[in-house]
T-cell receptor
């Protein structure tokens, strides 16, 4: 299965600022996904990123708040914009590209103060 | 959209005993059902998965069963060990390995008592 590197692993940010999270994969993958995991909760899909097209957002998530880039088959970024304390979560990148299902990165632990 | 229910939220078992976690799903189009283990401070790790054309799958101490008619699937861990302590998530997708993301259950905190 693919190996995913996410950066940063954690950050503490001021409210009103933005943070861009990077997801790098060691092989070319078809689909990349971004999830949010609020403290002590389950994972919720934010959006699906397909190379060469705009990301597809799930209900409750909008592009202005969570812009996503997917410039090639091994890399994607998620930006959390105009942050508030409610955005404090773990943000996870996931990929799929064949029969091995879905692999997850180790996540970015974001605290907004 | 899909809705996945997971029970119990917390499960405590004696070391060496078996543990069973159950999930139900709502969307009959779902055909891929993975289970993830998440340890503190880490991302979810796939431990076993099953597709809708299979009723049961086993990998050493871990097994998953699927009842498509009842929209129900379960994780079975036998001979539990302290390192099995973690949060376990079930999930469902219409296309494992395809264009759709996963819908997760709320998770089960498994505690192995020594």
């Amino acid at each position: 299965s693919a190996v995913i590197s996410q950066k940063p692993s954690r950050d503490i940010c001021q409210r009103g600022t933005s943070l861009t999270i990077q997801c790098q994969v060691d092989s070319q993958v078809t689909m990349m996904f971004w999830y949010r995991q609020q403290p002590g909760q389950s994972l919720t899909l934010i959006a699906t990123a397909n190379q060469g097209s705009e990301a597809t957002y799930e209900s409750g998530f909008v592009i202005d708040k969570f812009p996503i880039s997917r410039p090639n088959l091994t890399f994607s970024t998620l930006t959390v914009s105009n942050m508030s304390p409610e955005d404090s979560s773990i943000y996870l990148c996931s990929v799929t590209g064949g029969s091995y299902g879905y692999t997850f990165g180790s996540g970015t632990r974001l605290t907004v103060v | 959209g899909e809705n996945v229910e997971q029970h119990p939220s917390t499960l405590s078992v004696q070391e060496g005993d078996s543990a069973v976690i159950k999930c139900t799903y709502s969307d009959s189009a779902s055909n891929y059902f993975p289970w993830y283990k998440q340890e503190l401070g880490k991302g979810p790790q796939l431990i076993i998965d099953i597709r809708s054309n299979v009723g049961e799958k086993k990998d050493q101490r871990i097994a998953v069963t699927l009842n498509k008619t009842a929209k129900h699937f379960s994780l079975h861990i036998t001979e539990t060990q302290p390192e099995d302590s973690a949060v376990y998530f079930c999930a469902a997708s219409p296309s494992g390995g395809g264009a759709d993301g996963l819908t997760f259950g709320k998770g089960t905190h498994l505690i192995i008592q020594p």
